[in-house]
């Protein structure tokens, strides 16, 4: 267990279904983060929530909808994805964003759009 | 822009020794990270140099220059399950973490 769970594991999905991630840490963490793993790319920032409030929304297309309803939870909603967001999706966790301490992250959710 | 260059891939055999680079263009700097990633699994953290030198952590030791915008990682003693992904990332002066795309090191017996 790293402390932060991500649910699913895995998931296969249509294009025009709509489905949601889960991610929960019980570390005392302030700060969560989503980022997409592509084959051969670098982490990519997604969204960042400090203290629940949103602040970062790294040009994500609204087919990514965030939801952070306290510290401990985050959501990621999807709809009327595009196969090219097949990915892995991972969250992570930190102290506080902005904070020079280290992320603890999800062994994320290997999305497949088909 | 914001760069982090590390090699693709790297193999290397059981026992011996091996280095894994990193370089770096960032607008500002406030760190260096390096997380081991197992496949299919979460990106675990291994070190943390934020002034310039060799910092030892058991086999694995991580050294960083920071007027070269360079780093890298050392791994003695491998073993088979260090064959994992090797992420560098780098926090600028907005505290953003800019990551590499990952080195691929595999451990041959």
């Known amino acids: 267990e790293t402390g932060v769970t991500q649910t699913p594991r895995h998931l296969v999905m249509g294009m025009t279904n709509k489905k949601s991630l889960k991610c929960e840490q019980h570390?005392?963490?302030?700060?969560m983060y989503w980022y997409k793993q592509s084959a051969k790319k670098p982490l990519e920032l997604m969204f960042v929530?400090?203290?629940?409030?949103?602040?970062e929304n790294n040009s994500v297309p609204s087919r990514f909808s965030p939801e952070c309803p306290n510290s401990s939870h985050l959501f990621l909603h999807l709809h009327t994805l595009q196969p090219e967001d097949s990915a892995l999706y991972l969250c992570?966790?930190?102290?506080?964003?902005?904070?020079?301490?280290?992320?603890?992250f999800g062994s994320g959710t290997r999305l497949t759009v088909v | 822009g914001q760069n982090i260059d590390q090699p693709t891939e790297m193999t290397a055999t059981e026992g011996a020794i091996v280095q894994i680079n990193c370089t770096y263009q960032t607008s500002g700097f406030n760190g260096l990270f390096w997380y081991q990633q197992h496949a299919g699994e979460a990106p675990t953290f291994l070190s943390y140099n934020v002034l310039d030198g060799l910092e030892e952590k058991g086999r694995f030791s991580s050294f960083l220059s920071r007027s070269k915008g360079y780093s890298y990682l050392l791994l003695k003693e491998l073993q088979m399950k260090d064959s994992a992904s090797y992420l560098c990332a780098v926090t600028d002066s907005n505290y953003q973490l800019i990551w590499g795309a990952g080195t691929k090191l595999i451990i041959k017996p």
């Open positions: 929530y400090n203290f629940k409030e949103q602040t």
């Open positions: 992570a966790s930190s102290q506080a964003y902005g904070e020079q301490s280290g992320y603890t």
């Open positions: 570390l005392g963490h302030n700060a």
